[in-house]
């Protein structure tokens, strides 16, 4: 929230200021880890994808673009990939991430375009 809108909003009451700076302060506490992304990608997406920035063999019947590939698409930003895996795909199973490891997931791949 921009400061603006944090002066805009009243709390009735000390609760209510401590539960909204409380749920702001954990929702900061959960940053994206680019490490963690890689550790999780080489878990759930390496079947399919080449997760690293170093080619390695695929799977002969694999056309899944590689991670260094989606992370210099010209649409490729941080709210695209996350919406990508939070949405189902008929060519790709259905993988259910947390907030944390969908935003640590983005934050890898996006590294990955400096490769």
Known sequence: MSKRSWSMIKFNSPT???AAVVSFSNANAQ??????????????????????PVPTPQPA???????VDISRMPSTSELAIKVFLRSSHPTMPNIILDQQETDSIAAYILSLAKH
Do not use: M
Not at 41 to 52: D, F, L, P, R, W
Not at 61 to 67: G, T, V
């Open 16 to 18: 209510a200021l401590l």
């Open 61 to 67: 019947n694999s056309k899944a673009p590689s991670f």
């Open 31 to 52: 940053t994206a880890d680019p490490a963690i992304g890689r550790q999780l990608a080489e878990t759930v997406c390496s079947a399919c994808h080449q997760v690293g």
